[in-house]
């Protein structure tokens, strides 16, 4: 069983930045995938980013070059630096572990809130 725990959601303002930080817990492999889901209000749940054992990243158009994937892999500890926020960011965030197979693992998910 994997446990996934996500911090550093809130209110921003336009322009502001937020890190947010998934940490997981139990029996982790070195081969599996780490990333981070979005869902607005109203929308189907949409990948924003992810990162691989072997550190390759992978982001969804509308955060590249605004967002940055990154991991401790000795922590198990993934981070989603965002940059730049705009209204249409505003979403919940959740972290997700891919193990490999059927074994997928998802955090309770931290609100996102960009608005002036």
């Known amino acids: 069983q994997v446990q996934l725990v996500e911090s550093g959601g809130g209110l921003v303002q336009p322009g502001e930045s937020l890190r947010l930080s998934c940490a997981a817990s139990?029996?982790?492999?070195?081969?599996?995938?780490m990333g981070w889901y979005r869902q607005a209000s109203g929308k189907q749940r949409e990948l924003v980013a992810t990162?691989?054992?072997?550190?390759?990243?992978n982001y969804a158009d509308s955060v590249k070059d605004r967002f940055t994937i990154s991991r401790d892999s000795a922590k198990n500890t993934v981070y989603l630096q965002m940059n730049g926020l705009k209204p249409e960011d505003t979403a919940v965030y959740y972290c997700n572990v891919w193990l490999g197979g059927t074994n997928d693992y998802w955090g309770q998910g931290t609100q996102v809130t960009v608005s002036s």
């Open positions: 139990g029996s982790i492999s070195a081969f599996y995938v």
């Open positions: 990162i691989n054992s072997g550190r390759r990243t």
